[in-house]
């Protein structure tokens, strides 16, 4: 038994489903993003207030019973806002990480499969590319394209590619090796089809572990990108553009700070405790027995 | 009768540090339509390597295929183009391997596996190739196959898995089959079934069979013709029965020496000493000298295969003229 690898076991969803139950924390990750992607989902109409509407005289009134989380320095609803704002964020995070995923996993498994003068040239740009800080290569990005909500999402999409194809490519050239790939080939598939049909669905589980993580890290960047003022413009409501705003207010009006950084706290944590328990899921390692 | 499969003055090299070794050494092979050749050898011996160069398998880089012909359907498969060969791969030559374990992908079932090829070189829809797959399965019975293409691989055993692959090789119904040491891996007595199917199999079919093992025991099992290679080399071929009966070459008979049998006692078992040279340190002479009890000083000179009767050759001037002689 020991030369053969771990057969899978005879159902995907219950050794997941086995694997989350095990780990109870896991189930508090996926109950607090399903919060956050209802709220985000149906915005309009948990809204209290409309997130845009100025009102001079409630001008940073704090936390009250109409006003649940206070207001801003227009008198906009800081609750209404916030829930808006989880739109954008999430928005820009899911779909950085899926462009990044998909053009990063592609390039991976191409470097992995092709090797030679391909895989240096792909690794030689990735490594410079991971050589700079995610901010600061975001920064970069945004600045050189205008601050708009596609632009920022290519902007965090090319800060996380060089992971995706480092994830990618170090399992296919693993795979690339297996026999089945060898008779695949001995089968006369074409390269693509090896890629795609065989090699791919082998790797993808450690693909969407790295997404998640991922994801919570093109939050974390869109915030940091909103709050020096390279994100969506304002009045849009985005929880970093928020914090900047009620960043110079601080010491007078700490709710315009403190909730939306909340926000982004509790989801970056939600994506990182799904992300870890997903890791554990599929690793043989730590799955272990009972 | 032309053969299914011609190999003329094969040389296949590897680089090894600078220089290109050759793994395989001017062999010459051929099977018939509804013939079993049997490739014997031990590790290192390169049969494997000659069932991968029919191929084209080799790795692109670090190993070339330097001289000799693959003839077949009246082409030179060593001219042909990648795009040409991967029309040939799995269509009209397919091959088996020896890890059932690990040959098939893990996230397919075994009734998409046995339909991909049909997709691909026979143009089949997916119904078409869906039937197609449960009727082989059939073939190469597995039990309720109706039930079974909709398995994954981890659900069969190893000795059904096997029987998965054979039907994934078998489905655009090939001319030739390469078998690399396709029972291996697996017991006795699943082995002993898995060969009786492939002999059916070949029957039914009229298919030519390359079988590819260091098992003698397999070897009379299935073989119409033996060839045994040694360090790159074939030096002797032989029809099975001859072979065994009258061995000429000093390394088949040392091999029939170390294989166990009923009729002989445990204890009179003799290993060969010594290993196969490695390619970059392969004697200037006959190739199995530093291992032979009948050594010559005229072992010194590379010796050619030469016929010592009918359908029987072997590369060893000395037991040879002795073979005439007698």
């Known amino acids: 038994m020991t030369a053969m690898p771990a057969p899978p076991p005879a159902r995907k969803q219950s050794a997941l489903l086995a694997t989350l ?70 928005t820009i995070g899911f ?38 800080p995610t901010l600061l290569l975001g920064l970069m990005v945004a600045a050189m394209l205008g601050a708009s909500l596609e632009n920022l999402i290519i902007a965090i999409a090319i800060t996380e590619t060089a992971p995706f194809v ?97 926000a982004i706290l509790l989801t970056v944590l939600a994506l990182n405790i799904l992300g870890d328990a997903l890791r554990d899921a599929i690793d043989p390692k730590l799955r272990g027995e009972e | 009768m032309t053969p299914v499969l011609d190999i003329k003055g094969l040389t296949t090299e590897f680089r090894v540090k600078n220089g290109w070794h050759a793994a395989v050494r001017g062999i010459d092979l051929s099977v018939n339509a509804n013939e079993t ?120 055993s190893g000795g059904m898995r096997q029987r998965a692959m054979i039907a994934i090789a078998l489905a655009c119904r090939p001319k030739l089959l390469l078998a690399d040491e396709p029972t291996t891996a697996l017991d006795v007595t699943v082995q002993a079934q898995v060969l009786s199917l492939l002999d059916d199999l070949k029957r039914d079919r009229g298919m030519a069979i390359v079988f590819i093992t260091h098992n003698l025991g397999v070897v009379a099992q299935i073989a119409d013709r033996v060839a045994v290679m040694y360090a790159g080399e074939i030096v002797e071929t032989a029809t099975c029965d001859t072979l065994f009966a009258d061995p000429v070459h000093p390394y088949t008979e040392a091999l029939l020496k170390a294989m166990p049998r009923v009729d002989r006692k445990a204890e009179s078992l003799e290993p060969i000493p010594g290993s196969v040279p490695s390619i970059s340190a392969r004697p200037a002479g006959c190739v199995y000298a530093p291992r032979c009890n009948y050594v010559q000083p005229s072992c010194a000179a590379h010796p050619s295969l030469v016929p010592v009767g009918g359908n029987h050759e072997a590369r060893c001037p000395v037991r040879a003229d002795k073979g005439e002689a007698a």
């Open chain 1, 95 to 132: 779909l950085a990480v899926l462009v990044a995923m998909i053009v990063g996993s592609t390039l991976g498994v191409l470097a992995g499969y092709i090797g030679g003068i391909f895989d240096q040239v792909v690794m030689g740009i990735v490594d410079v590319m991971l050589s700079f």
């Open chain 2, 37 to 156: 050749l049997a490739v014997v050898g031990e590790s290192g011996s390169g049969k494997s390597v000659t069932a991968l160069s029919t191929l084209r398998l080799l790795p692109q880089t670090g190993a070339r295929i330097s001289r000799g012909e693959v003839g077949f359907g009246g082409r030179d498969l060593t001219k042909l183009s990648e795009r040409e060969m991967s029309r040939i791969r799995g269509n009209d030559i397919a091959m088996i391997f020896q890890e059932p374990m690990t040959s098939l992908n893990p996230t397919m079932t075994v009734g998409d596996q046995i339909a991909e090829g049909l997709l691909i070189h026979r143009g089949m829809s997916r119904t078409e190739a869906a039937k197609e797959a449960r009727r082989l399965l059939d073939e190469v019975r597995v039990p309720d196959p109706a039930r079974r293409v909709n398995d994954y691989p981890h659900q069969f």
């Open chain 1, 166 to 262: 480092r994830v990618a490519r170090a399992p296919t050239i693993a795979m690339k090796r297996q026999d089945f790939v060898e008779a695949g080939r001995a089968l006369g598939f074409s390269p693509g089809r090896i890629m795609g049909v065989h090699i791919l669905p082998n790797i993808l589980s450690d693909i969407v572990v790295v997404a998640s993580l991922w994801m919570a890290s093109a939050i974390r960047t869109e915030a940091s990108l909103s709050f020096i003022g390279l994100g969506v413009s304002p009045p849009t409501p985005t929880w970093g553009g928020m914090i900047r705003e009620g960043f110079e207010n601080i010491l007078s009006a700490w709710w315009l700070v403190v909730f939306p950084s909340l």
């Open chain 1, 21 to 90: 139950n095990r780990n109870r924390l896991s189930w508090v990750g996926i109950g607090m993003l399903a919060v956050i992607f209802a709220v985000a989902i149906f915005a309009p109409l948990l809204s209290p207030h409309d997130p845009l509407q100025q009102n001079i005289l409630h001008r940073l009134e704090p936390p009250s019973a109409e006003f649940w989380l206070g207001t801003d320095s227009y008198g906009r609803d800081v609750l209404s806002r916030l829930f808006h704002g989880a739109r954008i964020s999430l």
